[in-house]
């Protein structure tokens, strides 16, 4: 079956712009991830959700970060006024429940460039 | 909060010999979860082995195998008949216990993994 898709899969935006992305987990995984992939900081753990609540926003960077999701599905991570440290690549993993014994699945990220 | 350390930026093996990249990990609890995972350039995670805190019997999968130690806190994983398929970036990760699995997971900073022909 499909795996978890995300888009755009590379994005080049201006300092202070906006961005939005995507992430499709897999049809009937209820619990979804989002990480950060810099060269800085390596893998960062950002968010989750059991299907459409996230119950810790902690891990987001700071306000100019925010994510919610839609019908228990797709997921939308947005940056307001992207700053150049935002340049990372941003995965997104689904597993079928929230358990830790789950396994996390995860999409081919999208590359975002803060110019 | 819980640490991962991986000491190998980066590794060189030749095809068909064996590889053992090395992870070690903090912290004071005592059920958790332990991954690791394979990243080509293609960018997609793969999960190429896990093991449960709790089983003191290493897993198994294939050509890989973990030696887990949980007294030192360590967490190694073996290639053996190394592959030029395997080739990726290395990362060891760890998931804590929480009943509810609300933690994301901790990654190390991952380990080159070369294939030499």
């Known amino acids: 079956g499909a795996g978890v898709s995300q888009s755009p899969s590379n994005k080049v935006t201006e300092k202070g712009k906006d961005v939005e992305l995507r992430c499709d987990p897999i049809s009937g995984h209820t619990a979804l991830y989002w990480y950060r992939q810099s060269l800085g900081q390596g893998l960062e753990f950002l968010i989750y959700?059991?299907?459409?609540?996230?119950?810790?926003k902690s891990g987001l960077p700071s306000d100019r970060f925010s994510a919610e999701r839609t019908g228990g599905s797709v997921s939308t991570l947005t940056i307001q006024r992207t700053q150049q440290e935002d340049s990372a690549v941003y995965l997104c993993a689904s597993s079928p429940q929230r358990r830790t014994t789950e396994t996390q699945y995860f999409g081919p990220g999208t590359r975002l460039l803060v110019l | 909060a819980q640490t991962v350390t991986q000491s190998q930026p980066e590794m060189s093996v030749q095809e068909a010999e064996t590889v053992t990249l090395s992870c070690t990990y903090d912290t004071s609890e005592s059920d958790y979860y332990l991954f690791w995972y394979k990243q080509p350039p293609s960018r997609q995670m793969i999960l190429v082995i896990r093991?449960?805190?709790?089983?003191?019997q290493n897993a198994t999968e294939n050509r890989f195998s973990v030696n887990f130690q949980k007294a030192a806190k360590s967490f190694s994983l073996k290639i053996s008949d190394s592959q030029l398929g395997d080739a990726a970036m290395y990362f060891c990760a760890y998931r804590k216990y929480s009943g509810g699995g609300a933690d994301g997971l901790t990654f190390g900073k991952g380990t080159h993994l070369i294939i030499q022909p």
């Open positions: 959700f059991q299907g459409n609540s996230a119950p810790d």
């Open positions: 093991q449960e805190a709790y089983k003191q």
